[in-house]
Every structure is written in structure tokens, then in C-alpha cells.
């Protein structure tokens, strides 16, 4: 896993709207360790393409058509036969699903549709459930009412936005189309600004936030969710261009971060993303100085020790002298003030422009191309 470098910039933009990503790390070079349990990932939700009332087709469906069931995300190699994927199947999904996003697809858009499919038609069972669900919506969708159309668009993308935090990289697929028309566009620009960027931002600064305290102290919700979209769409025109890419790119790269990278990394890893976050947010986010400062202590402590030689150890020695120190950690938190919320939207409009992403050259890779 090679590091690679990130622009500056974007953490620059990100800390301005409290979004302090700082997915930089000083400069290690260890081997991904197999997952451990304490850091076991539950399965994300079933994708859900809402319905809406609307009167019952008089046609009976032939035996042999697909009951389409809730989407989930499943790549392992199906057990059983698995229908064909037709140009009409094709034609009709995409046809219906662009009319209940009230998207008309460009030819770009609708290659990019045939070619993810026909991709991932056979292993990935999730996706097919989620295309014979909507063409079992022909009726409901052709004899809705403008309004009722209306409602089960935003039924649709408010459960996309929700599959997306929780780590579902079909949804953040499937939403991006909705996200690509003007219309719904935050901001203007080279790329637009959209709103599952300012979604994805508020997500990972909780993250950030929860795991610089070892424990759930924020939560993205939608007042928070809100005043950072506010907040990036009011500066977004001032931002460079090279740094409107790189934010277009948060929601991809934040994803495989939190659901891939940031499990195969060692505790060691961990750690040290923790103390760094906790370095850039603690001067915005006063709840965070003193277990921040614990952090950096302990570390401090295990790196001046000469019977460890923290520098010479590999991955598993580092982890090992963590999993060590972590009771006399433990006691040392029980001391502090207790933390038990900490409301992140108080604090976005008093933040500063960060002038670096940090001191090291060292850069993590948390880049994920859209396909």
C-alpha cells in the first residue's frame, strides 16, 4: 500500500468548514495486518427504493419474472441461476430510473450505466435486485402525479444518502447521477460542489471526532449535515480549482478509507490518525484538547522508551506495546471531565483557514476513481 499526496488545499477548505479531514500520517512503513475483532464492521443496510401509492397494475406478472427483493450489497458468486442481463431489461431500468430522479441521461451517462451492469451483473447482487425492484415500479412511476413522483424521488436519494454513510459504494454510484444535473447542484464549478460531498464531509469530521475521544460523541445529523453544506456553498466559489477536484473526489475516497483502509491498517496506524486529527481539531473543538493530549503523551512515552526501541519494532511489536499501555491509558482518561456531546455546528463559523495538511511529506492514499 503505497502512500501517495494529497493537496493541501483540500484540508485547508475542509478545516475552514470544520472539516478538518487531515488524512495525513507521519512517515511508517508497516505491513496491513488481518482485521481484529474489536474492529469488526457490521454489514451495511439493505438498499431500499422507496413506493409510493398509486393503483395496482390490471396485467398479471408472468410466472417466470423476478421478484425483486431490497437491495443488498453482495459480491460473492451467486449460488443459483442468475436471469440475463437484456438490452430491454437494460433500456427499461434506465429509462424508469431516470425518470423517477427527473434526470434525463446523457449518452456518457447511459454507457457508464451498460457498462457498470454488464460489469458486475454476475457477482454483484445487490445491483440486479435494485434493477429488477425499479422496473417492478413501471406502473407506479408512469401513473404517478407530479407530487407523488416528487415524494418518492426524495424517498429515493434521502435512502442513497444514507447507504452511502453507511459505507455502500452502489448507492454513492447510483445517487451521482441525481448529484450530476444542475439543478441539484450546492455550487457551481469546475466541478460543482454536490451534496453528497458536504454529506460525506460531515460524516468523516464525526468520525474523526468520535475516534480522537474513544467514543460516540457526534453525529452527523441533519442540523450539522446542513450548516456545513451551507458553509461550503457559500465559500465555494473562492476555492482553486485543483482544490474543487480533490473535494469532488472526498465521498469515493472517504469511503474506501472508513469501510477498507482503515481496518487493514494495524492499531498502530489507527493510533497515530487519531493523534494527528486530534492535533488539527483540538484549536477548534475545545472537548478535544485533553484526550488529545493523552494521546500524544502515551505515544510520546512508548517512542522515549529505550527497552521498547519503538523505531525498530515492525507492526505487531508496535501493537503489542500499545495493547500494553492501553490500562494505564484508561486510568489516565477516567481523570478527565466527561465528555458526552459535543454539538460540531456550534463551531463552524469560527474557523480558520489550516495553512497545511501537517509537517510530514508523508501522505496517506484514500483515492477511489468513480467508475
Known amino acids: 500500500m503505497k502512500p501517495s499526496s494529497i493537496s493541501p488545499r483540500v484540508f485547508a477548505i475542509l478545516c475552514a468548514t470544520s472539516l478538518t479531514i487531515g488524512m495525513a500520517t507521519p512517515a511508517i512503513t508497516v505491513t496491513p495486518p488481518s482485521k ?7 454489514p451495511p443496510p439493505a438498499k ?9 397494475p390490471t396485467t398479471a406478472t408472468p410466472a417466470n419474472t423476478p421478484t425483486p427483493q431490497p437491495a443488498t450489497t453482495n459480491h460473492h458468486l451467486p449460488l443459483v441461476a442468475v436471469p440475463t442481463l437484456t438490452p430491454t431489461t437494460l433500456r427499461n431500468f ?15 451517462q447511459q454507457q457508464k450505466i451498460s457498462q457498470r451492469l454488464s460489469r458486475e451483473w454476475m457477482a454483484n447482487l445487490g445491483l440486479r435486485n435494485t434493477v429488477f425492484q425499479t422496473i417492478a415500479m413501471e406502473p407506479q412511476i408512469i401513473n404517478a402525479t407530479p407530487d407523488e413522483r416528487s415524494q418518492l424521488q426524495a424517498k429515493l436519494v434521502g435512502n442513497l444518502r444514507q447507504q452511502v454513510l453507511d459505507g455502500d459504494a452502489d448507492a454513492l454510484w447510483l445517487v451521482s447521477f441525481y448529484d450530476a444535473a444542475p439543478k441539484n447542484w450546492l455550487a457551481p464549478g469546475q466541478p460543482p460542489l454536490t451534496r453528497m460531498t458536504s454529506d460525506i464531509s460531515a460524516d468523516a469530521l464525526c468520525f474523526m471526532v468520535n475516534e480522537v475521544m474513544g467514543k460516540s460523541v457526534a453525529t452527523p445529523d441533519s442540523k450539522l449535515k446542513n450548516s456545513i453544506a451551507a458553509k461550503l456553498t457559500a465559500e465555494y466559489a473562492k476555492i482553486p480549482a485543483n482544490t474543487k477536484q480533490e473535494l469532488s ?9 472508513k469501510d477498507t483502509e482503515w481496518f487493514q491498517r494495524g492499531d498502530d496506524f489507527r493510533e497515530q490518525m487519531r493523534i494527528h486529527w486530534g492535533k488539527n481539531l483540538e484549536a477548534y473543538v475545545p472537548e478535544l484538547r485533553e484526550m488529545s493530549k493523552l494521546r500524544r503523551d502515551r505515544f510520546a512515552k512508548l517512542k522515549a522508551d529505550p527497552n521498547i526501541q ?9 501493537q503489542a506495546a500499545l495493547q500494553k499501555s492501553e490500562p494505564e491509558f484508561q486510568t489516565s482518561v477516567r481523570t478527565l471531565a466527561q465528555v458526552k456531546t459535543v454539538q460540531l455546528n456550534n463551531y463552524i463559523s469560527t474557523m480558520q483557514v489550516a495553512s497545511s495538511i501537517g509537517n510530514s511529506p508523508t501522505r496517506y492514499s484514500v483515492r477511489l476513481k468513480i467508475k
Open 249 to 257: 473526489r472526498l465521498p469515493s475516497a472517504w469511503l474506501r478509507f
Open 94 to 108: 434506465t429509462n424508469l430510473y431516470g425518470q423517477v430522479l427527473a434526470v434525463k441521461f446523457t449518452p456518457n
Open 48 to 56: 431500499v427504493i422507496p413506493s409510493i401509492k398509486a393503483t395496482p
Open 36 to 42: 481484529s475483532t474489536s474492529t469488526q464492521k457490521t
Open 310 to 318: 519503538w523505531d525498530r519494532m515492525n507492526y505487531v511489536q508496535r
